[in-house]
């Protein structure tokens, strides 16, 4: 793979790791059951870390993140 599409990767990953914590925080705010609320807070946390270690590794490759992300 080369660099380009490496980097096109990690964007693609990093957006959709955003893209699966709104989804899980929006289950939060729907969830009427505690401990499912629990669970769906969960995911988010862990989507929102996933996102978080994408980008570090992004940036070990040179490379900025845009603020938005």
Do not use: C, W
């Not at 807070?41 to 570090?56: I, M, V, Y």
Request: hydrophobic share 35%.
């Amino acid at each position: 793979m080369d660099r380009n599409s490496l980097l096109a990767t990690f964007r693609i990953a990093i957006d959709r790791e955003e893209e699966a914590a709104r989804f899980y925080k929006e289950l939060v705010e729907k969830a009427d059951d505690p401990e499912v609320k629990k669970l769906f807070q969960q995911f988010a946390f862990d989507e929102t870390s996933h996102r978080e270690s994408l980008k570090g590794l992004y940036r070990d490759l040179g490379e900025t993140v845009s603020p938005g992300d």
